[in-house]
């Protein structure tokens, strides 16, 4: 059987649809939107590093990088910490404690 070449072959395909991973960091943003400014990021980060597949931050960042339209500031600041692992604490990536 002949293998045909596709437009998007060798090329890495979103994992995601852009606006569902909004909508899901959003949603993420406004559960931790009772938490005091620093620990808001800080859970913000904390869940996409532990549950989002690898992939769906590199778009979020991504989206980011390029203005983040539709996202909210907390969102925004707690997945920028994503890329400044000297603000993580290691071996301990749930909720933020007390």
């Known amino acids: 059987m002949a293998q045909t070449n596709s437009p998007t072959q060798g090329a890495e395909m979103p994992v995601m649809a852009l606006d569902r991973i909004l909508s899901m ?6 559960f931790f939107a009772p938490y005091p400014p620093e620990r808001r990021a800080e859970g913000i980060r904390n869940h996409l590093r532990t549950y989002w597949d690898p992939r769906m931050r590199d778009q979020l960042l991504q989206h980011i990088a390029a203005g983040g339209a ?6 925004i600041a707690g997945a920028k910490l994503l890329q400044d692992e000297a603000h993580a604490k290691p071996g301990y990536y749930g909720p933020p404690k007390a």
């Open 70 to 75: 539709g996202l909210a500031a907390p969102v």
């Open 25 to 30: 960091a959003n949603q993420i943003g406004d």
